[in-house]
């Protein structure tokens, strides 16, 4: 038997492998079916300081390989989480990593500082990436500045690991990576969806009501994984990789890359039941290997050979 | 809500039989969805390995079909083919196997003071109601059927219902079989000889608009009606926030809830139709 635990800041999680926020609801849903404390962790959905009703239905599109999605963040607020989510939670015995939102950056820090005065929370998701809310978000994901700001006005207000969701709707997410470590982050995760669109040519309208919406799944792999692979690259604070992982090879693929731990989301819509699946499978995979413990896999890739040389990328 | 047994079967199709170049009934041996569904209750079932289509699609379960012993052993799932997941589950062969995930979803409910039933089906909307009309037969109670379809060649398993009792009231647009008209015709009639006090629940299934139109007369009746709804949806069990309907709140605003697990089956009185994404087919 392999080492499966994944070292991740403050935490040593029991297995690399995350439910991805938006894509697991707020884990109670999943409690009668899967046993939550097999999962490295999860991490619900968004949460601001009030409830939002997000945006009118079509909210998802299927694309090659992949989903368009424009929930628009629905939710039920920190407040009703922390008295009538998390405490399910605490009991089925989860690691519970809360995606935390924001319209201005004071939000954030108020979301931080409710959860941070909670028992059961192991670990704070920053979310400056969602593609699909006008204001707030992404806004500061987006821009150096405001990714340094939102981490560091965190960082004043919990002792909780901070772990900014990076956006892929950027120049170079490297440089993002840097100021998120630089402004006290305790990891990062990425990547968050592609901005997209599809259109329905037989109507010639938008096929999400919201016109735009995040591209998700196997779709956008390789691309996530070159994006991991910058990362790792340019920061010493552990990551954490997505986009388009259903299986133990993506999962390795992602570490290899440099990733501590990885987040699953669409695959689990189509499979539920794909953690355990996927637990047997790295097993096999480490046998297979000789890997003793499968955190030695975490940024092989970059040992192998020459680093790449960025093929276009600003200075 | 009720607590979830939800499994994820790999189901072999026993059957596929073609009802029509668009309609086919696919039976699948999934015995512990079938041993647990209750009436009403859907699966998500993959139509195919692969990226494409990626997600699952959700089917009303049609009939829980039982051994000699009375065992259930296996669904079958009414189909009609429009998409790539429709159309996928139209060609697929006895032998092949498909994940099935479920029984999800709130069940019909089932009052215990009525003595009349009257089930209003459009289409494929007839998916939900063999499971409820068997539950309800097992009660004794007296059982309408109201069934519409544009084309009389359109209408399937009307024997089906027939041989357990249910008094059938067929509807067709171009006048082929049984009342000429939609299916509020026949509703209007059958209204205008109920009264008020004639204990009668009301189930529907159908396309967005008819389900609107056959609440809002039951509504001017002074009647609820229960009404399954089918969403684009992307999991089935409550974790993507993408099948939401509208329901109406107290404040008079709206309140978007998870078909998925609220639903499929909603008090017709509770939605906001206005707000319902059109119909999806």
Redesign the interface.
Known sequence: MADLSAPLAALTLRNPLMAASGCFGYGVEYADALDLSSLGAVVVKGLFLSEREGHAPPRIVETPAGMLNAIGLQGIGVHRFVKERLPELRARGAVTIVNVCGVTLDEYVEVSRVLSDHEGVAAIELNISCPNIKAGGIQFGCSLTGTHDVVAAVRQVTSLPIMPKLTPNVTDVASFARAAEAAGADAISLVNTFLAMAIDIETRKPKLTNVLGGLSGPAIRPIAVRMVYECRQAVRIPIVGMGGIASADDVVEFMLAGADAVQIGTANFADPFLWSRILADLESYCTRHGVTRLADLVGAVHGSRTSAEPACRPS | ML????V?ERAEVLENRALSAEYNVVTLAAPDIAAAARPGQFVML?TAPG??????RPFSIFEIVRGADGTARAISILNKRIGIGTGRLYAVRAGERL?C?GPLGQPWPLSAGARTVWMVAGGVGLAPFATLTEALVARGLALRLFYGARRGEDLYYADWFADRGVDLVVTTEDGSRGVTGRVTVALDRALASTTRDDAVDVYCCGPTPMMRAVAARLADAGRDTWVSLE??M??G??????????LRTAAGG???VRSC?AGPVFAASTLHWE?L?AD?G
């Open positions: 607590p979830r047994m939800v994820d993959r990226l494409e289509p990626l997600l699952r994940d995930l969403q684009v992307g999991c069990m409550g974790g993507c926030y993408s099948c939401v309907v509208p709206t309140h978007f697990i707000g994404a999806h």
